[in-house]
């Protein structure tokens, strides 16, 4: 069985007098135990698509199921089974973190000591403020806490919405080596993201964009399928760089990327004749090299062929 499965799912928004489609037929599989990566930026339908998948919202068509329950049908038996963090911190600011994992654990008609083994190594990390109010908390131990009170009843599958936009870069990997531990104790994680550096940390990743998904797979194996030459440019004059890129006609695509722009070329492309055109256009300090896609080439180079 499947621990996630949505089939062609929908969902439709008014904003005004405009519609907005926030999902277009989404459909996708997600294996028990795996570590699962939705991957996309703002807007996307990341949000969307989590809150129908565990029963806070109604899909206008398509169908789906959560460890086997459908999210329409049996909505009550999934929200018993899944952890759920959504993407605003959302505890009581006025308890204690001792007084709200406490009370999550009273909601599901259990207790710390039951489950104490599963959320150990993280509490153990904050177990010193227990005292503090969640108001007062940092960035990092509002994440922890949460992510405590989402796994106090042991769930079977596990949704995370970006949960670690806002938080530091130490609390980032933190969170995603707690993941990992999670994962060998058979829990299925659904995690979206709008930091392509985190699909490298999941089994398999889905790459939505305004609402569709562009690929579904392992995020090695959507690298391998990028298929077109990659070149990293730089100069000293930058922002006249990335124009002078986006009008020469071997490359299909270019943008920022890091300390370089990234420049997606066409079959028989030549180095050296990039560089005599760049020259010719007056970059001193120009430096051009081969690279290596990697899952945000990737994202780019879906997204324009998705526009076009």
Known sequence: ???IVAENLTKTYTAG?????ALNKVSFTVEPGELFGLIGPDGAGKTTLIRILVTLLLADQGSATVDGCDVQQEYKKIR?????????????QDLTIQENLTFFATVFETSIAENYSLIKDIYEQIEPFKNRRAGKLSGGMKQKLALCCALIHKPSVLFLDEPTTGVDAVSRK???????????QGITTFVSTPYMDEAALCDR?????EGSLLAIDKPTVINQQFGKPLLAVASSAMFRLLNDLKNYDPALASYP???YHHV??????????????L??????????????????DSFILLMSRNDS
């Open 264 to 277: 997606v070329m066409r079959p028989g492309y030549s180095i050296a004749r990039l560089q005599e055109y």
């Open 1 to 3: 069985m499947k621990a």
């Open 17 to 21: 007098k405009k519609k907005v489609l």
């Open 174 to 184: 933190e969170f995603w080596d707690m993941l990992a531990q999670l994962k060998k």
């Open 80 to 92: 018993r089974r899944v952890g759920y963090m959504p993407g605003t911190f959302s505890l009581y």
């Open 257 to 259: 990327f890091g300390e």
């Open 279 to 296: 020259q010719g256009k007056n970059h001193p300090e120009l430096e051009i090299k081969e690279v290596l896609p990697d899952i945000e």
């Open 205 to 209: 990743v889905a790459l939505i964009q």
